[in-house]
T-cell receptor, first 109, second 116 residues
């Protein structure tokens, strides 16, 4: 079992809609969680991180963490074509990050 | 700009050749990580340094792989006797060491290796 699983995807949403991405993790010792965006052929770019239970909002992005359920999510509101990318979830244990395989999002204009 | 430069950006080599990648982070006061990413997968941890000390290596890092960070600044990743399975994007990342150690990684643009 991988440490971080991203089961949803690929995901196609119309422009202006909400894209919802999910991630589960197996290591209860994971201290913080990260969402990265990766465009095709490019390296991952940090969107946001979260380490406390609850919601964290940054512009059109909201990350949610539920440590009891070992669940992390990312909501993208008012999706734009420029949001079309692969989104990687990562959890931190000790000093290293473990990544999921990613969810590819396509925003239809 | 994430403050991480990688060189070369692309490398095509024949099976059996040695290749070396270089990573230059903006600051010496950080941790430096190497990850490998293949198509359709997330980045996989290879190794990391704090200053010049290599603190952890993944089992993915076979004997053909070696990484160094000689003065705690830039780092190199060498692959000897390359195999086709080594074809991947090799990503270097820095992590700030500070009081509030939230752990986010900032990646360089990567070095894409193709082994023919």
């Amino acid at each position: 079992q991988k440490e971080v699983e991203q089961n949803s995807g690929p995901l196609s949403v119309p422009e202006g809609a909400i894209a919802s991405l999910n991630c589960t993790y197996s290591d209860r010792g994971s201290q913080s969680f990260f969402w990265y965006r990766q465009y095709s052929g490019k390296s991952p770019e940090l969107i946001m991180f979260i380490y406390s239970n609850g919601d964290k909002e940054d512009g059109r992005f909201t990350a949610q963490l539920n440590k009891a359920s070992q669940y992390v999510s990312l909501l993208i509101r008012d999706s734009q074509p420029s949001d079309s990318a692969t989104y990687l979830c990562a959890g931190r244990s000790d000093y290293k990050l473990s990544f999921g395989a990613g969810t590819t999002v396509t925003v239809r204009a | 700009d994430t403050g991480v430069s990688q060189d070369p950006r692309h490398k095509i080599t024949k099976r059996g050749q040695n290749v070396t990648f270089r990573c230059d982070p903006i600051s010496e006061h950080n941790r430096l990580y190497w990850y490998r990413q293949t198509l359709g997968q997330g980045p996989e941890f290879l190794t990391y340094f704090q200053n010049e000390a290599q603190l952890e290596k993944s089992r993915l890092l076979s004997d053909r792989f070696s990484a160094e960070r000689p003065k705690g600044s830039f780092s190199t990743l060498e692959i000897q006797r390359t195999e086709q399975g080594d074809s991947a994007m090799y990503l270097c990342a820095r992590q700030e060491v500070r009081d509030r150690d939230t752990g986010e990684l900032f990646f360089g643009e990567g070095s894409r290796l193709t082994v023919l």
